[in-house]
């Protein structure tokens, strides 16, 4: 794997960090 491999998987994973924290976070909101 090169470091340019390595870079675009973590961009990846944060944001699918990102997508499921907003989602939970708008779930959050929406059952109140």
Partial sequence: ???MDLCM???LAV???AMLGFVSYVDKIIKK
């Fill in 1 to 3: 794997m090169t470091l």
């Fill in 9 to 11: 998987l973590a961009m």
């Fill in 15 to 17: 944001s699918f960090l």
